[in-house]
T-cell receptor, first 112, second 115 residues
Framework: GQQLNQSPQSMFIQEGEDVSMNCTSS?????WLWYKQEPGEGPVLLIA?????ELTSNGRLTAQFGITRKDSFLNISASIPSDVGIYFC????????????FGEGTQLTVNP | ETGVTQTPRHLVMGMTNKKSLKCEQH?????MYWYKQSAKKPLELMFV???????ENNSVPSRFSPECPNSSHLFLHLHTLQPEDSALYLC??????????????FGPGTRLTVL
């Protein structure tokens, strides 16, 4: 089945630093979604990407839909302590468009 | 607030107990989902309901029994669970059939511990 590989698995950064994480697949995706999950909560949708090459921002977050359709990137600029959480990428499964495949997540820790 | 609520937020149960998890969405969506989230593993899709009809059962053991009485409510009935069923159970909803229908909105989850 389709798999999404996220890297890095975890990141430890200082407040104010920029962060970059990515998600890759051996299959083509037509949509990329980025979620953030904080401890004790469910994932919250941050950014949705629908077109190859698309670059979309949400505040300090910027995500890009890779040209090959097999990858996506999420960047966080000027990180702050509340950016702590697990960031997941997700994309629709080939066989059933609304069923999502999720990556394993990137755990982000921001030191004040 | 994502518009999806779940109760209870925490549940501890014995292996012989019967309990139910509840999910309610206030977004007017027509599809609802149950996911299991275990430590260090990707989210696992369990069940999908579309317009109250179950459209997917992802090889889930029969000790998990979903119920969807209407498009806004989803239940997960639990009985004779095993300790390895301890996990965070997440409910999500989406609006299928429209642009952006891949976007699923999640509730806060129920943290389940089976003793």
């Amino acid at each position: 089945g389709q798999q999404l590989n996220q890297s890095p698995q975890s990141m430890f950064i200082q407040e104010g630093e920029d962060v970059s994480m990515n998600c890759t697949s051996s299959s083509i995706f037509n949509t990329w979604l980025w979620y953030k999950q904080e401890p004790g909560e469910g994932p919250v949708l941050l950014i949705a990407l629908y077109k190859a090459g698309e670059l979309t921002s949400n505040g300090r977050l910027t995500a890009q839909f890779g040209i090959t359709r097999k990858d996506s990137f999420l960047n966080i600029s000027a990180s702050i302590p509340s950016d702590v959480g697990i960031y997941f990428c997700a994309g629709p499964q080939e066989t059933s468009g609304s069923r999502l495949t999720f990556g394993e997540g990137t755990q982000l820790t921001v030191n004040p | 607030e994502t518009g999806v609520t779940q109760t209870p937020r925490h549940l501890v149960m014995g292996m012989t107990n019967k309990k139910s998890l509840k999910c309610e969405q206030h977004l007017g969506h027509n599809a609802m989902y149950w996911y299991k989230q275990s430590a260090k593993k990707p989210l696992e899709l369990m069940f999908v309901y579309n317009f109250k009809e179950q459209t997917e059962n992802n090889s889930v053991p029969s000790r998990f029994s979903p119920e969807c009485p209407n498009s806004s409510h989803l239940f997960l009935h639990l009985h004779t669970l095993q300790p390895e069923d301890s996990a965070l159970y997440l409910c999500a909803s989406s609006q299928e059939g429209l642009a952006g229908d891949n976007e699923q909105f999640f509730g806060p989850g129920t943290r389940l511990t089976v003793l």
